[in-house]
């Protein structure tokens, strides 16, 4: 993503009290803050989840009643530049589908949370 | 052989692999570091070694897979160039989607650290010319992540087209859960792409190659892969 850093670009970043500008040039700074967003990726079905057995074998163990099954994830929290929620979600799935997740046995799901 | 060993942060096995290449076909690779774009020219081997490249965070072999070299070793590759991923390096392959499928957590659970046997089932490739198709070499294992798996397609493609050259079987050949370590479906141990240029396998034949060990298993692979360059010469 290619943002301008604050003051390299007149308006963006930089106080503008006291100064004349275009209206809503004040509150351009308001606009960049980050969102947050969480990619979550799982394990297909299907696919043998040896840590998820062991976690549910030592749950039992521990007398943790009532565990059907567990199944091992990854949990990515990810701050996202500017405030567009449409282009955060597809950066989001770039990120996913390039890195995050491997898609022969993994599935992921993208949120843009705040 | 002009061969080029990758070297990336975490990779611990890069000098035993030097040191039997060198062994085996009388010239010292290239060691090539993961930050560089290109292979030394006329590389005609590339050997993606065993270790653990960045820590194996987030999955093994998914960082290093998209690290600036491999945009070369895929070049390399779709030109039909040998390349060789142990351990690690299959990780890497596989990740990079040089190879399909991928290596899970062992069975159960458990780091792998031994002797195995695997059964050669072809020797008309240029990695298995130096054995026997059906001949049985003992090789070293040590992973934790070997647990090879692919969806139902890309398995029923491999086997089809003859792409699985090593899998763990006992001493005398039997393919058998209680041989198959890591719990790879079909006992594999290592495959080659469509084109048959690329082999990934998770055993070390590397550290098998001198006398002094016991066992020169390991050797026929490198051998083989010398004389099928000079061949190619």
Request: charged share 20%; hydrophobic share 40%; net charge positive.
């Amino acid at each position: 993503m290619n943002y301008p850093k604050p003051g390299l670009v007149p308006g963006f970043g930089v106080s503008r009290l006291g100064k004349t500008g275009p209206p809503g040039a004040r509150d351009s700074w308001h606009k960049r803050r980050n969102m947050k967003a969480r990619v979550t990726v799982t394990l297909k079905s299907g696919i043998l989840d040896p840590q998820g057995k062991a976690i549910e074998g030592a749950l039992r163990s521990l007398g943790v009643a009532g565990v059907a099954s567990v199944r091992q994830g990854k949990v990515f929290d990810i701050e996202i530049e500017g405030s567009d929620r449409a282009q955060a979600e597809t950066l989001l799935k770039q990120a996913a589908d390039k890195l995050l997740a491997n898609t022969v046995i993994e599935n992921y799901r993208v949120e843009v949370v705040g | 052989m002009k061969a080029a060993v990758l070297v990336f942060p975490g990779i611990n096995r890069e000098r035993d692999m030097a040191r039997t290449l060198e062994l085996v076909s009388g010239a010292k690779p290239a060691m090539v570091w993961h930050a560089d774009t290109a292979l030394p020219a006329g590389t005609d081997l590339v050997v993606i070694p065993g270790g653990f490249s960045y820590g194996d965070y987030l999955r093994c072999g998914a960082i290093a897979a998209r690290s600036p070299i491999m945009g070369a070793v895929r070049a390399h590759a779709a030109k039909g160039g040998l390349t060789l991923g142990v351990c690690n390096g299959f990780q890497i392959l596989c990740e990079a989607e040089l190879l399909p499928g991928v290596l899970m957590r062992n069975e159960n659970l458990r780091f792998i650290c031994r002797d195995v046997y695997l059964r050669v089932e072809r020797s008309d490739t240029p990695f298995t010319r130096g054995y026997n198709a059906g001949q049985v070499i003992r090789v070293p294992v040590a992973h934790g992540e070997g647990n090879y798996i692919a969806d139902g397609e890309s398995i029923a493609r491999l086997e089809g087209e003859g792409r699985v050259l090593f899998r763990y079987s006992s001493p005398d050949g039997m393919i058998d859960p209680n041989w198959n370590h890591n719990g790879a479906i079909n006992a594999i141990a290592g495959i080659v792409n469509e084109r048959g240029n690329v082999l990934g396998m998770m055993p070390h034949p590397e550290n098998h190659v001198e006398a002094v060990l016991g066992v020169t298993d390991g050797r026929g692979l490198f051998a083989g892969l010398v004389e099928a360059l000079e061949r190619a010469a």
